[in-house]
């Protein structure tokens, strides 16, 4: 049997290869035209149970083979599942499409909406309904049937242009490698960092120190390597990815260009003004004009605390580094060297408290504590051999969820951290289905009989999305539509994620996750106050460069006239306001821009500090009545985790903190105030 076509359990991850997937899809795609056809021409007044159930059957169906495919894609590429996962794209976007457009179906969905006994449905079901009947309009349903193909056919080409922005830059990525034969030109690189270049080297068949633009390759050459020249031509090597300075066949620039042509078409063609409008009728915030002005007040707060972090730097660069001009690739170096200085230790020094099996047990130690659940390791075909998976049983011995855990970068896999579901859970005739999750990573592999050492940094980067994984594994919502994340609003989505990474601070959680590599040893008290004490180090800086990323998405998604200059000239005139080190020129951050262009963040990127508004002021009652106080902890999984998106989300924030979110705990925490 065709692996992609069972669904009785866990994805067969082992036995799936790209042959099975055009079968697969195909029959699948098939399967679900037909049951929409059916629904579509049913006679009757349609209920719940018997129209769309069977849709959400057929359609899930799909999404879950599909699911695998696009999961295997980002983690396990190779050009022969490249091939057939572009082959099939198109046939999937184009059913999706079809699907938001069906004249049928709309019309039934609105003849349930219509009927008294909606009333009866459950909350959670009257918003499944509710969401489809909004997503069919933002889906062209209402446009006039001679618009529907050339919408359908935006749609179509916008999923094959994304899927080409994102292979791009792993192309461009990988492309990039230099051996180092003398290691005095890596003076500076930690112990473990010049040894997985020494691996690197040695698996490519050559003596040195081979260097990639991976993450865990390029942020230790930009943040400890002495060498300037060497940082200098790390930074413009990974600065110009995709861009025109390399491969015309890997340059992302056209490709933006005309993503943002046809995002603008799409909008305009359902009444929006852009795609800005577009893209925030189901989230939270209203319109662009409103998220221009909070990402501009917060700029407003942050950019004096940015510019004394800057002049800090110039300062210490000048005197103690005899640096008198420092630049973007000296940044993090000159920050690291005064992070030592002021605070007296190094992410290097702290590193060694972090092995990857303490923190996994310190995290689960966590969550076990806030939600009385247990974390155990547990069976599963898998995609590679580093991957674990595990499974969380609540206090009576019962399966809650699933996930599997894929921590580390590999020239196969996309760069980046995320979260994604290979299963959602509902109620089926069978009873509960079981929500299972992807987590991914791109740390540093263990080297030698060694773990993998974790930076604090990279802690904070898995408790974050542990976030995002508890969200759709701790649902207590038993409707495909608005389980776990499903519905969701994008800028509330980020919630569960930014507030769990408030806990990598607190002495007492931190004390259950480290052990030095070589002693054993927990991270002693006095390191973890130097760690707190540098916790807002540059707070400022790194807001502002987040302020500067949502501010150029949403003027290019919603006030951007191509005419009058280019996306790259939007970008530089942000900068010129509110950056406070302007990046050279060759800088084309945008051709590696995945959140916007080939994720889902499209004028929506403000949903960062947006919804880290939402989550420090969450954050801020668990702070009131104990961090650890398992009474708090469910009732964040009962008004937030556990409900998804079966009620609006400032409805949730509500009814878990009493009252509408301030802006004060975010500042605090940020030590604006």
């Keep these: 049997m065709n692996p992609l076509l069972d669904f009785s359990s ?17 029959q699948l795609l098939a399967e679900a ?13 349609p209920g719940w149970d018997d129209f769309v159930a069977p849709l959400e059957d057929a359609n899930e169906r799909l999404a879950r083979a599909w699911g695998q495919v696009s999961h295997l894609h980002s983690v ?39 009927r008294r006994a909606f009333q009866d449905l459950s909350p959670a079901r009257r918003k499944v309904v509710e969401n489809e009947l909004r997503d069919f309009r933002l889906g062209g349903a209402d446009l006039p049937e001679d618009q529907k193909a050339r919408f359908m056919a935006i749609q179509e080409e916008l999923a094959k242009l994304s899927a080409k922005f994102e292979e791009n830059l792993l192309d461009a990525t990988n492309a990039w490698s230099k051996l180092i034969e003398d290691e005095a030109e890596l003076a500076g690189v930690p112990e473990d960092t010049k040894a997985m270049f020494r691996a690197q080297a ?30 200098e031509e790390m930074y413009k090597a990974y600065v110009t990815r995709a861009s025109e300075f390399g491969p015309e066949a ?16 799409a909008a305009r063609m359902l009444g929006f003004a852009n795609y800005a409008e577009l893209s925030l009728e189901p989230k939270m915030a209203r319109a662009p004009a409103e998220v221009l002005d909070f990402l501009e007040t917060l700029a407003g707060r942050a950019k004096p605390y940015a510019e004394r972090d800057m002049a800090e730097i110039r300062e210490f660069a000048g005197q103690e580094l005899g640096l008198a001009d420092p630049q973007v690739w000296d940044v993090g170096y000159v920050s690291e060297k005064l992070r030592e200085a002021r605070y007296a230790f190094s992410e290097q020094e702290v590193k060694q408290y972090f092995p990857e099996p303490v923190v996994l047990k310190g995290l689960f130690h966590l969550i076990e504590t806030l939600y009385g659940l247990d974390i155990r390791a547990d069976d599963a075909p898998v995609w590679h051999e580093s991957v674990h998976f595990h499974a969380i049983h609540d206090k009576a011995g019962k399966l809650v969820g699933q996930f599997y855990l894929d921590l580390y970068a590999r020239e196969s896999k996309r760069g980046g951290a995320w979260m994604d579901d290979a299963i959602t859970r509902r109620r089926t005739d069978g009873g509960i289905q079981t929500p299972v999750a992807y987590l991914t990573c791109n740390f540093t592999s263990p080297i030698g009989d060694k773990p993998a050492l974790f930076t604090h940094d990279e802690v904070i980067t898995l408790f974050h999305e542990f976030g995002h994984g508890l969200h759709h594994l701790l649902t207590r919502v038993d409707e495909l539509g608005v389980s776990g994340i499903n519905g969701v609003e994008w800028d509330a989505v980020e919630l569960p994620s930014q507030f769990m990474e408030n806990f990598c601070w607190e002495w007492d959680v931190l004390k259950h996750m480290t052990a030095h590599v070589d002693s054993g040893a927990p991270l002693p008290r006095e390191l973890f106050d130097k760690m707190l004490a540098a916790k807002n180090f540059q707070a400022g800086m790194q807001t502002m460069r987040q302020l500067e990323f949502a501010l150029f998405d949403m003027h290019l998604h919603s ?9 790259q000239q939007l970008l530089n005139a942000i900068r010129r306001r509110f950056a406070v080190l302007i990046p050279p020129e060759y800088n084309r951050f945008a051709n590696n821009f995945s959140h916007i262009f080939a994720g889902g963040y499209a004028a929506g990127y403000y ?10 002021d969450v954050y801020a009652l668990f702070e009131e009545h104990g961090v650890l106080n398992p009474e708090i902890g469910e009732r964040f999984w009962s008004e937030i985790l556990g409900v998804g998106g079966s009620r609006d989300a400032i409805d949730s924030f509500k009814a878990f903190r009493g009252r509408e979110p301030t802006i004060d705990a975010l500042l605090r925490h940020n030590g604006m105030v």
């Design 10 to 26: 866990l994805p067969r991850f082992a036995e799936v290869k790209p042959e099975h997937v055009t079968p697969a899809i195909d």
């Design 33 to 45: 035209r037909a049951e929409v056809e059916r629904q579509a021409g049913a006679q009757g007044e």
């Design 76 to 114: 396990l590429d190779s050009p022969e599942l490249r091939e057939v996962y572009n082959e099939n794209l198109p046939k999937i976007t184009q059913y999706y499409a079809e699907l938001g457009q069906h004249a049928g179906l709309f019309a039934r969905y609105k003849a349930l909406r219509a």
């Design 202 to 231: 040695e698996k490519a068949g050559k003596t040195g120190f081979l260097l990639n633009l991976r993450g865990p390759s390029y942020l230790p050459i930009m943040q400890f390597c002495g060498n300037r020249a060497l940082r």
């Design 250 to 265: 890997l340059d992302n620039s056209r490709l933006i260009d005309r993503i943002v042509e046809l995002r603008g078409e």
């Design 559 to 567: 006030d951007f006239d191509p005419a009058g200059q280019s996306p």
């Design 607 to 616: 949903s960062y500090k947006w919804a880290e508004v939402l989550s420090a």
